[in-house]
């Protein structure tokens, strides 16, 4: 546990390092770097992870996608805190704006397949595409829209969340892997070598574009609202999953694993998607940047502990 605990948090610390040393020495190429980091995460190697993880699974079931139903309600919960916070700490409009899709958004795709697949092999890596089945549902659907109703501009035209290039791409995995799975094809045994490389490769890439274009800011003065919502979430998070477990009976389906590939993912921290909305729709850029850096630090110390828990509720 200890060995995968290290790796993860050397992952993140490398691309993020590697992002930031990027910009200081290409300050002229940070789009073109940006982008090319987030195509091979978002339609190479991550996409490929989970096809390959999907296409092993044994046991598909309808009970599986209860943990759909799980995902989407850890989501919205991340959100209706933000807000109720951002109620209690009488943040202003733009400040709010920014800080319920922080709230809501979750780093799944990069940072939480690649704990679930240190921590819970190839079996738990193809549950998360279950988990996060709604995401862009709920990002677009929700999130933006009160982002862009509570900001002072739009810079772009969004496009529909179901033609995002990313999303098709990553349904399409998905979908080639359950085919895969039913089609009763082996898959060879040397994809298990080069998913130990792909999988950190989709977490690093992405890390990479995060230190490329983030900027610390002055955080004294925002340091309770983002430190108060990482803390919450954390909590409300593994104590909603144990309740929803509870009321789906998911202990015993798959040796509880939807349960343990839930509790890892809702401690996740927030999304660099939270970072876009004060740039599209001109909300608060100071909180949206604490709370990504709180969150992220906050992450290092409490999924150690979510560990301790899991470990201990499956004794």
């Known amino acids: 546990m200890l060995t995968a605990l290290v790796t993860t948090v050397t ?42 993880a999907i296409w092993q699974l044994h046991h598909l079931s309808w009970q599986l996608f209860l943990l759909t139903i799980v995902g989407s309600l850890i989501l919205l919960s991340g959100g209706g805190l933000a807000a109720f916070l951002a109620k209690w700490l009488k943040l202003s409009p733009s400040q709010t704006g920014a800080y319920i899709p922080a709230g809501m958004f979750m780093n799944i795709g990069a940072i939480g397949c690649f704990c679930v697949y240190l921590f819970l092999g190839e079996d738990g890596l193809a ?31 969004q496009r529909p969340f179901w033609l995002d290039p990313f999303l098709l791409t990553t349904l399409s995995a998905v979908s080639a892997g359950f085919i895969l799975n039913g089609s009763g094809l082996a898959r060879p045994l040397w994809i298990s070598d080069v998913m130990q490389f792909i999988v950190p490769l989709g977490t690093y890439l992405l890390m990479i ?5 983030f900027r ?11 430190l108060t919502l990482a803390i919450s979430r954390s909590i409300l ?30 401690v996740m921290p927030t999304a660099f998607l939270s970072l876009l909305p004060p740039v599209i729709y001109g ?24 560990l301790l828990l899991m470990h201990f509720l499956f004794l």
């Open 237 to 266: 998070g593994p104590i909603l999953v144990i309740i929803l477990a509870y009321l789906f009976q998911l202990w015993g389906i798959h040796q509880g694993l939807l349960v343990k590939v839930a509790l890892l993912l809702s």
């Open 11 to 52: 992952i993140i610390l490398m691309g993020f390092i590697s992002g930031a040393i990027l910009r200081h020495m290409f300050p002229n190429q940070v789009q073109r770097l940006n982008f090319w980091c987030t195509r091979l995460a978002l339609q190479g190697a991550i996409p490929l992870s989970l096809l390959a």
């Open 209 to 213: 574009t995060v230190g490329l274009v």
């Open 283 to 306: 909300v608060d850029q100071k909180i949206a940047n604490s709370y990504w850096l709180i969150s992220s630090l906050w992450f290092l110390f409490i999924f150690p502990i979510v």
């Open 127 to 157: 549950l998360v595409p279950l988990y996060k089945l709604f995401e862009e549902v709920i990002y677009y659907s929700i999130a933006f829209p009160i982002a862009r109703r509570l900001g002072q501009y739009s810079q772009q035209k």
């Open 216 to 226: 610390f800011t002055d955080i004294t003065g925002l340091l309770r609202p983002a």
